[in-house]
Structure formats: structure tokens, C-alpha cells
């Protein structure tokens, strides 16, 4: 479905930017840290104001 990728692609690329901003150096999104399950640590939960979106976006740092 292009529209799905379409809405995908922009928002991954957009965590990624936030990484500088937030001096992090892996973030995902909440969905997947939902999807990730156990076995990982995580830091920072944070709300991303990124370009294109009416809402933050909620993004979470992996330490490991």
C-alpha cells in the first residue's frame, strides 16, 4: 500500500533527525518499542516535534 509507505518512510527518517537533537544515539518509535517486547533497555521517553506532524511524536531511546 503506497500510502502506508508513504507515511512511514518520512517519520522514520524524522526520528533519525531527532537523534541530534536530543544527543541520543538510537530512537524508535513507540510502536516498535510496543513491538521490540523484552530483552532491551531503555532511557528517554520523548515527544518529538517534527515537521509535518500536528502532534509530537512519541519517540523512546535505546540504551541497550
Do not use: Q
Not at 513491538?35 to 540504551?63: I, Q, S
Amino acid at each position: 500500500n503506497v500510502s502506508f509507505w508513504s507515511s512511514i518512510r518520512p517519520s522514520a527518517s524524522r526520528i533519525e533527525a531527532y537523534n541530534k537533537t536530543a544527543g541520543t544515539a538510537v530512537l524508535c518509535s513507540e510502536r516498535t518499542r510496543d513491538l521490540a517486547g523484552a530483552g532491551f533497555r531503555w532511557g528517554r521517553r520523548y515527544a518529538a516535534e517534527v515537521k509535518g506532524k500536528n502532534e509530537p511524536l512519541t519517540v523512546h531511546e535505546l540504551l541497550a
